[in-house]
């Protein structure tokens, strides 16, 4: 599900719980066709790698990628879903011995080099608008926000994109 415009999503801006579930529910889109529609070519999105190894278990076991992806793979990670600090990240990648996209939430902890990207790609598009959860669009304020995530993440990657904006 991609958000077309932002809506206050405060529950007393509202006269009643579906009034705010009504106004969500017009400003976003839930095909990729519909996306196309509108106007819409692309996605802002935050993207990250898988980390190649890291340490599992009470013996300190080394693993290589995750469960689903082998390391360095791309993924493209949501928005905070559940006010966790975004420790468990919604990610849309290609797993292990597969072509398709898949969709999986993960923990943070497994994914380094998190940047800023357009997205093009049709495959991943569909994804995003077939989610259940909320992704990214193309709007400046979706940037905004992207950047806001980065500063936690990557300080230096998010002061590099204010540069470029500013």
């Known amino acids: 599900m991609i958000e077309l415009r932002k809506v206050s999503r405060q529950i007393q801006d509202y006269p009643s719980p579906d009034a705010l579930e009504r106004a969500v529910e017009a400003v976003t889109v839930r095909t990729y066709e519909d996306?196309?529609?509108?106007?819409?070519?692309?996605?802002?999105?935050?993207?990250?790698?898988?980390?190649?190894?890291?340490?599992?278990?009470?013996?300190?076991?080394?693993?290589?990628?995750?469960?689903?992806?082998?390391?360095?793979?791309?993924?493209?990670?949501?928005?905070?879903?559940?006010g966790d600090g975004y420790e468990n990240i919604v990610v849309i990648g290609t797993p292990r011995f597969k072509r398709s996209y898949i969709e999986v939430i993960?923990?943070?902890?497994?994914?380094?080099?998190?940047?800023?990207?357009?997205?093009?790609?049709?495959?991943?598009?569909?994804?995003?608008?077939?989610?259940?959860?909320?992704?990214?669009?193309?709007?400046?304020?979706d940037r905004a926000e992207i950047i806001a995530y980065l500063e936690s993440r990557t300080p230096e990657e998010a002061k590099r994109l204010k540069g470029l904006s500013g």
């Open 106 to 141: 993960m923990r943070s902890e497994y994914i380094e080099n998190f940047r800023m990207q357009r997205i093009f790609k049709p495959a991943v598009l569909k994804r995003m608008c077939a989610s259940p959860y909320r992704w990214w669009g193309d709007l400046d304020e």
């Open 35 to 82: 996306y196309l529609a509108g106007g819409h070519a692309w996605a802002w999105c935050m993207v990250g790698n898988i980390v190649h190894q890291h340490t599992y278990g009470e013996n300190q076991e080394i693993r290589y990628g995750s469960k689903q992806f082998s390391g360095g793979t791309k993924v493209f990670c949501a928005p905070a879903a559940w």
